[in-house]
Every structure is written in structure tokens, then in C-alpha cells.
């Protein structure tokens, strides 16, 4: 923070400061309030040391200073604070302070005020009884990112252009807390992050104290790891418990409470709130990742909800239960939770709700008496971001239209100087959208063009209309089919899956559950007309083409990000181009990306315990690479600390590419077209390399592979490709991988899943193949792509499958007491295959698959997997140690282009 000095202007009676010019007067005013700004940082620094301090050693001396360098801070800050407020008058003091309790995933129907018949939220309940609560109220892109990028723009998705989970989108229209901040508040995020592609100082908050639970390195994540340093930090302790960030596992917080993230979270709220000065209006968003998974409650509240009788999830008289079994699929968000995995799922979300509810109480409490003492308003509004489907009809996470998932708590409250009316409870549609114009019409703040509407006429109990109706949606994500647009005016809710055109009709009045789909019943058919006729007019203007004005047409594409930021802003986003919805990750979509071509044909990587030697298709042959030949690339050698030999056979190399085919007959140079066309490599950083070919003789393919070694030393690869011709002849694009292994103790692999015919629980799947091209490759359990083939087509394993099907996209072989693991994205439905002799005798080649079907020339197409190796113990210690990777790749996350390094 810079404290820039001023410039009297004696011609126009002003000074010059900070870059504009103001009057004596607002000068002296605004350089109140950057001091002011430096006292309280070093005043909140000083309070979160001393905190720390008295926990670590309470019986310290070094806490008695602590506490007079606080003091020190302070003391000038009150004289800076009435010199302020002396400057400034009284107009700040008409504006409230804000308070926004934001949980992640919080189900609109969890409140104990509604009736639940488990959930015990006694807190939340008093403050709904002083304000209104929105029963209706709505994630109009149910997922993390889009939600959050809805809350801060007040942008409907059909505007923006972000209608799906897609991270790395640039924000350009002013966000709520910049608004509040260039009005004079003081605005802090304390917390889970927003999920956006910038930070929180970009998009508005001055102060930022993250506690996000997923992110390692943050505050919250690192005072764990001093509290309690044998947990290695937030994510490895997640990973011990053996939970998931998305899943259905649930188990007890092991440590103590006040190392919770949520009791963290709170505590350093409640820290700004008493040490933020008083002198301006304060905006703080308290954002909390439970009751998100990992389902870890302390244990007096797990135990609270085992013990009691808890509902049974909404059973659709619609849903095909003879489809959802208990394994799970779609990345979890399809399962049939019952029994005790039910019960501890439930336990785990709903203990964590308490807990929530619990910590609220103290930060409500001081956030009203602080505002008081000032003189100003207050107002808290308490919301999510989406909810839970928690086992309804068979789902779970979020990204659907049904109440469980779309439908999120909001309820706002405000000081009696602000006229709101006590004890409403509204079941007008409104949304996330909706409190950006609320909140500046409350600070008298002019509003910039927004979708959202203002609720305070609502707020005061006014007679006003919100809108007759609102539309929600989320493009696919965890599977085509997932895809969703829905309207809702309150009382009825109409649904329409754009990849088939299936439709349903629920009566929320009637049918809270969505239980009974009226969308068949002869009785419902002209509601059905009516609220069908609304969505082709409201999906008429959109790009996708997904209604002619006339009727709605199904199966047309469905990216996550549409036209409604230009096409310079998604190349400035590093996401190209509106018509490219993909994030850009290589140099191949992102020319901006800087990086040198070395002067060798390989560059070594090396982080954490493992060293990766990358090469492009060029012969080596020196210290590094003794006898690499031609044609072989990629990760030419892998090592680790426990053992220095490479796991590759060292004359070739595993993450190989090796075929770009079609199905047809060729000869061996376009077969192998990937290992004969001139390759470049590029160095990024010292964790990060790239592999570019461009356009290949045959089949005219440009791609691009990156290689990036994550902090454990862990192999990201993402590989980027476009079919620049149209010389595919049966409309495919396959593309195959090779990893030669160096005369393992075993030629075998190991996966989850089941073998036909046999079909049970699913379990480990030990591959074997017993000769070169038979029973090579395995399929997921609901791939049932076909893809034609001549019927001589040479390339034996690619097409020659076992009776094997994985359950989940992993598996891993065994060298020399390593692991070698191959991690996939579900998305990109990889196929995987092996030999036992690939790499000659006694050197099998553990491979993957990726098709394009129904390709596109000059259309961009990305996979991403990661391959891990370490120490092995057993099939139990590898399924651990990999599940940060494979929720990671589970869920598309936002990437960088560089980490930096």
C-alpha cells in the first residue's frame, strides 16, 4: 500500500492527489482514509498475530507486546477515525453495514424455521423472524463459479454468456463489492474464495483472509499446518480421513474444534468485525465452504444426527431406479445412497449445518453491536451458492434443476432504520442476481444496468412484483443428458433437457419434493403448452440455436461459456474465442503464453520426489537419455528418490504418442504418424514443458501436449489438438497413448470395476492380457461407442476389448515395489489397454485411448489425465493417495497457463 504525497495547485485552489484533483478539503479527507487503511491492516495483522500467539503460548511475554504494538496501532487509528468522520460528515453514516453468511451447497429447504424434520438451525431461525425469507429463491446456474460470477455482476447467465462450469472467465462489468468500495466501504472476503479467474483484491474486496478448504497455502491453511503440522496441511488431512470434496463420505473432525475451518472462518470474521474501524460502512462476505463436502463435522454434531431418525430422500415416481445402483456414476452425481452410507452422509451434511448455525451466533451479535455503537444501519442477508441433491431421486452434488440442487436459503434482515418488515416469508422466484441492486439502492449507491431486481419494496412489505417468472440453467457436466433449462414462477416449475428434449412439470405447492411429474397427465396439458411456449420464446435469442421461435430443438451443442463476453475478452481471458467455449491450457490455444525452445531435443523437470525428463520424437543418446531413439517421445525417463533407475524402458518412453488413426488400412509411417512428423519442444517454466506438432502429412492433425509436474511431482498432461482436414474416413479421430515399462515384477494392471457376465459390487479388476492384442482393452461401464473399422485394421489393441469395465477412470501397475498411476477426466471417456510385451519381452506397454467422435475441422479438442508414481504399499495406499488427484480431475477445474515457477 502507497501513501503518494500531494501537489497544491494554486491556479484552481485544489491539490493534486492520488491522481486527480479534488478540493483542500476532500484531499485531506481522502488521505484520512488511506492512513487509515494502513493503521487497520497493521492493527487486523497485529490482532490475527496476537490470536495465534495466545493459542501457541499463552504464557508468553512476547503476547504482552504483541498487545502494545495494537494498542499503538489503534490509537492513532481512532484520532485518524474522527478526524474522518469530521471531514466527511454524516452522509457515510446513513449507509448500513453489510453482512453476507454465505456457506457453500446449503439446501433451501435446511432450516429448522421451514420444518425441517432433522436439521436444528435455532440462530438462523430468530434471524428470520426479524427480516424475510425467501423460500423461492434460486441459483440461476447451479454450480460453484457461475453462481458466484451471478452474485457478483447481478448478471442472468443468459446475458453474461457463463451457463456452465467453466473457471477462467473474465469479469468486465463492475462487481457488488467494487461498487461498495468506490462508495466508501470497507469491504472484506473472510474465507472460501469467489472461484474466479482473479482474486479478491480485483474484484473489489480490500481485505481477503482465505480459508477455502480445497486450496493449500492459504491462511486458513497454513495455520493449520502450524497448529498441527503432522496433518500436512487441509488437503492431505481430507485425504487420510479417506473423504472427498464431492462425494458422499462422511467421518468426525479429528482435531480440535477451533482448528475446524468453519469455527477458523468465523473467528476471523469476528476479528474484522472488531477491528475494522468505525469511521466508514463495512461490506464483509463471510464465505464458508461446509456444508460442501468433505462431510467432517466436529463429533458432537456428527453424533447429534446419527442418533436421530432422519427423512428418507424424495423418490420420483419418474426416475428409472433400476438405473442408479450404489456404486455410483457420472462422477457421484448419480447413486442410490441407503443404509448407514445414507445415514453418515446425512450426519455429516446436516452436522455440519449446525455447526454453521452455531458459529453464526457470535458474528451476528458483535456485527450489530458494532453498527450500533457507530450510529449506521445494519443489514445481513444470509444465502448459497446452490444446494445439495443429498440422495433425492437418486442424486447427488449439485448442477440440477430440481429443489435440491437449484433451490438455495436467502433471507434478509436489516436494523429498523431501514423500514424492513418483520417475519415475511416471500415465495416469490428471485436470485443471487437480485442483491447487487439491493444492496446499492440500500446505500443510496446509483446502480450500473444489471438483470437482477431490487427486493427492497418486498423488504418493506410492499405489494410489488419481482418478475412473473425466472429461468435457470447448467450445460452438461458430469454427462450430456445432465444438461438442463428451467423456469419457475413459484408456484410450478417446468424442465427441459436440451440433449434429448425431455420435459417435466412439478407442482411445488402440491408436490415440495417433485415427486409427481404432471408433464404426461392429460389434466396438466395446457399448463404444459403454456410453460413450453415461454421457453422457446425465452431461448429463442441464443446462440446454441436450441429454439426457431416456433418449437424447442434438442441435441444441439451446449458449451458452458456462450457469446455473451466478446471475442477480445475471451482471448484476453485465455479462454479463445466465444465460438471456443474450451479454457485455453497450451500454446497451442493461447499464443500469449511466453516460453524458449531449448537447444536439446529434452528438458528434466523436477519437483517434489520425482524427476521427468521430457523429449521430443529425436534420437538421444548421452548421460540423460543413454540409447533414446527416434520417434519415441514424451516422457523419455521417470525417476524418484526411492529409485533412481527409470521406469521406462529407456531406449523409448511412456506417456508415448503413438497413433493418430481412423479405422482404415495405412501404411506403418501414417500409423505411426506421431512419431515420424517433426515435433517442437517448448519450456514453459522449470516445472512445465510443451510437445507441439503441427499439422501431421496424413491426417493433417496440429496438437499439443503440456506436461506439468504438480507440487507432489505428480505429471498433468494435457494435450490440445485440431483436425485441420477433413481426412478421417469413418468420422472419428483416435488418438493412442504407450508407457514402456522396464521388466516389472508383474506385467499386469489394476482398476475398479467388474467383469461381465459376473457383474456384483464393483471391485479391484487385476488386467491381464495374455498375448499381444487379445482381451487388450477395457471399457467404462456405460461406454457403448462403436466406431467402424476396416477389417484388417492392423493396430491390434486398439479395438481387441476384454470383458473388463472400470467404474472409475484410474488404474495402476506395479515396478520394482512402485506405483505407476494413470489418471483420467470422466469426460473424456478414455479407453484403457495394455500389452505384455509393447516394449519387448518381460516389458509390457501400459496404454490409453481417446476418440473424437463426429469430429469438426478447426475445431479445438482437449483431454486432460495425470500420471502419479510413488512408493507401493498396496491397492489401498495407491486408492488414498491419489483421491486429491482424481477429485481434482473429477470436477473441471479452472487451469493457468504457467504456474509461475
Known amino acids: 500500500m502507497e501513501l503518494r504525497g500531494t501537489a497544491v495547485d494554486p491556479r484552481h485552489g485544489t ?29 487486523y495483522i497485529a490482532g490475527r498475530t496476537i490470536e495465534n500467539a495466545r493459542r501457541l503460548h499463552p504464557k508468553e511475554p512476547t503476547v504482552k507486546w504483541l498487545h502494545m504494538i495494537q494498542l499503538a496501532c489503534v490509537s492513532p487509528m481512532l484520532l485518524f477515525a474522527c478526524l474522518g468522520t469530521a471531514q466527511a460528515g454524516t452522509p457515510t453514516n446513513q449507509r448500513p453495514d453489510i453482512l453476507i453468511l454465505m456457506p457453500d451447497q446449503w439446501r433451501g429447504d435446511c432450516l429448522s424455521i421451514l420444518e425441517h424434520p432433522a436439521v436444528r438451525t435455532p440462530e438462523l431461525d430468530k434471524l428470520a423472524r426479524q427480516g424475510t425469507l425467501f423460500r423461492r429463491a434460486y441459483a440461476t446456474v447451479p454450480s460453484c463459479i457461475p453462481a458466484r460470477y451471478a452474485m457478483l455482476t447481478g448478471l442472468f447467465p443468459q446475458t453474461s454468456g457463463v451457463v456452465g462450469y467453466r473457471g477462467g472467465i473474465p469479469i468486465t462489468v463492475p462487481t457488488k463489492p467494487q461498487i461498495l468500495r468506490d462508495a466508501g466501504y470497507r469491504t472484506a472476503l473472510v474465507g472460501r474464495n469467489m472461484h474466479q479467474s482473479v482474486g479478491a483484491e480485483a474484484l473489489g474486496y480490500q481485505w481477503n483472509i482465505g480459508g477455502s478448504t480445497h486450496v493449500s497455502g492459504d491462511d486458513y491453511d497454513q495455520a493449520l499446518l502450524k497448529a498441527a503440522p503432522d496433518t500436512g496441511g487441509i488437503k492431505a488431512l481430507v485425504s487420510s480421513m479417506g473423504l472427498s470434496y464431492n462425494h458422499w463420505q462422511a467421518a468426525p473432525w479429528p482435531l480440535a474444534e477451533e482448528l475446524h475451518p468453519t ?21 464483509l462476505t463471510a464465505s464458508f465452504y461446509a456444508p460442501h463436502p468433505p462431510l467432517f463435522p466436529p463429533q458432537r454434531y456428527f453424533d447429534v444426527y446419527l442418533e436421530k431418525e432422519l427423512p428418507e430422500p424424495a423418490r420420483g415416481d419418474w426416475v428409472d431406479w433400476d438405473k442408479i445402483t450404489p456404486k455410483g456414476s457420472h462422477g ?42 457507530a450510529g449506521r444501519p445494519w443489514m445481513i442477508v444470509f ?20 429443489e435440491g440442487s437449484a433451490n438455495i436459503p436467502m433471507m434478509i434482515v436489516g436494523s429498523p432504520e431501514l423500514r424492513f418488515r418483520a417475519g415475511q416469508r416471500s415465495f416469490q422466484p428471485v436470485a443471487l442476481e437480485d442483491l447487487l441492486p439491493t444492496l446499492t439502492e440500500l446505500a443510496g449507491i446509483e446502480t450500473p444496468e444489471v438483470d437482477g431486481v431490487s427486493l427492497v419494496p418486498v423488504l418493506r412489505g410492499e405489494d410489488q412484483q419481482v418478475r412473473p417468472w425466472l429461468h435457470f440453467e447448467h450445460s452438461p457436466i458430469y454427462s450430456q443428458p445432465q444438461g438442463f433449462h428451467a423456469l419457475t414462477d413459484g408456484r ?33 396439458r395446457d399448463q404444459l403448452q403454456r410453460w413450453r411456449r415461454l421457453m422457446i420464446e425465452r431461448l429463442a435469442p441464443r446462440p446454441e440455436g436450441f429454439s426457431d421461435g416456433q418449437q424447442l430443438i434438442p441435441g444441439r451443442p451446449y458449451p458452458p461459456v456462450q457469446a455473451g463476453l466478446t471475442r477480445e475478452e475471451m482471448l484476453v481471458a485465455g479462454q479463445g474465442f466465444a465460438d471456443d467455449p474450451l479454457p485455453a491450457l497450451t500454446t497451442l490455444s493461447d499464443p500469449a503464453i511466453e516460453y524458449r525452445v531449448p537447444d536439446r531435443p529434452y528438458v528434466v523437470l523436477k519437483r517434489g520426489d520425482v524427476e521427468a525428463v521430457i523429449v521430443d520424437n529425436s534420437a538421444v543418446d548421452d548421460d540423460v537419455l543413454p540409447g533414446h531413439r527416434a520417434g519415441y517421445n514424451g516422457v523419455g525417463a521417470l525417476r524418484h528418490t526411492q529409485r533412481r533407475e527409470n521406469v521406462f524402458v529407456p531406449s523409448v518412453a511412456g506417456l508415448n504418442f503413438e497413433h493418430i488413426h481412423d479405422g482404415t488400412v495405412q501404411q506403418r509411417m501414417v500409423l505411426f504418424e506421431p512419431r515420424n512428423a517433426p515435433m517442437q519442444l517448448r519450456v514453459i517454466d522449470r516445472h512445465t514443458a510443451e510437445l507441439y506438432q503441427s499439422p501431421t502429412p496424413y491426417y493433417g492433425l496440429e496438437s499439443c501436449h503440456r506436461y506439468h509436474l504438480l507440487e507432489d511431482g505428480t505429471i498433468e498432461m494435457t494435450f490440445e489438438c485440431i483436425p485441420r482436414r477433413a481426412s ?22 489394476h482398476f475398479k470395476g467388474y467383469t461381465e457376465g459376473q457383474q456384483e459390487s464393483p471391485g479391484w479388476i487385476r488386467g491381464v492380457t495374455p498375448s499381444h492384442g487379445v482381451l487388450a482393452t477395457h471399457l467404462a461401464e456405460d461406454d457403448q ?53 509393447g516394449g519387448g519381452r518381460g516389458n509390457p506397454a501400459w496404454d490409453f485411448q481417446y476418440f473424437i467422435s463426429d469430429y469438426e475441422v478447426d475445431k479445438r479438442y482437449q483431454m486432460v489425465m495425470r500420471t502419479m508414481y510413488l512408493p507401493y504399499e498396496s491397492p489401498e495406499q495407491v486408492e488414498r493417495a491419489s483421491a486429491v488427484h482424481r477429485q481434482a480431475l473429477d470436477e473441471p477445474q479452472p487451469h493457468s497457463a504457467t504456474d509461475g515457477a
Not at 795 to 807: A, C, E, G, I, P
Open 263 to 283: 469455527t477458523w472462518v468465523a473467528q476471523q470474521a469476528l476479528t474484522v468485525v472488531q477491528q475494522t474501524p468505525a469511521n466508514a460502512p463495512l461490506f
Open 785 to 837: 461407442r462403436t466406431f467402424d473399422h476396416d477389417p484388417q485394421f492392423p493396430l491390434t489393441l486398439v479395438f481387441n476389448r476384454s470383458q473388463h469395465r472400470f467404474t472409475e477412470p484410474w488404474y495402476y501397475g506395479v515396478s520394482h515395489a512402485m506405483a505407476l498411476v494413470f489418471i483420467f477426466r470422466s469426460q473424456d471417456r478414455p479407453r484403457l489397454t495394455q500389452s505384455p510385451s
Open 383 to 402: 444465502t448459497s451458492d446452490h444446494g445439495e441433491m443429498l440422495g433425492d431421486h437418486g442424486y447427488f452434488r449439485k448442477c440440477e434443476p430440481y
Open 332 to 373: 457421484g452425481s448419480r447413486v442410490l445412497l441407503e443404509g448407514q452410507r445414507l445415514r453418515r452422509a446425512q450426519a455429516g451434511y446436516f452436522g455440519l449445518i449446525e455447526q454453521l448455525d452455531a458459529e453464526f451466533a457470535s458474528l451476528i451479535a458483535a456485527f450489530q453491536a458494532r453498527s450500533e455503537k
Open 492 to 524: 410450478m416449475k417446468y424442465i427441459w433437457r436440451p440433449a434429448d428434449g425431455a420435459e417435466q412439470l412439478f407442482d411445488l405447492d402440491a408436490d415440495p419434493l417433485e415427486e409427481r411429474d404432471l408433464s404426461a397427465e392429460p389434466a396438466s
Open 728 to 749: 478421417f474416413t469413418h468420422g472419428y479421430v483416435g488418438l493412442f497413448w504407450a508407457s514402456y515399462i522396464q521388466q516389472p515384477e508383474s506385467l499386469d494392471i
Open 15 to 43: 491539490v493534486e492527489l492520488c491522481g486527480c484533483r479534488r478540493c483542500l478539503v476532500e484531499a485531506i479527507d481522502c488521505q484520512v482514509d488511506r492512513v487509515m487503511e494502513i493503521l487497520s491492516l497493521a492493527c
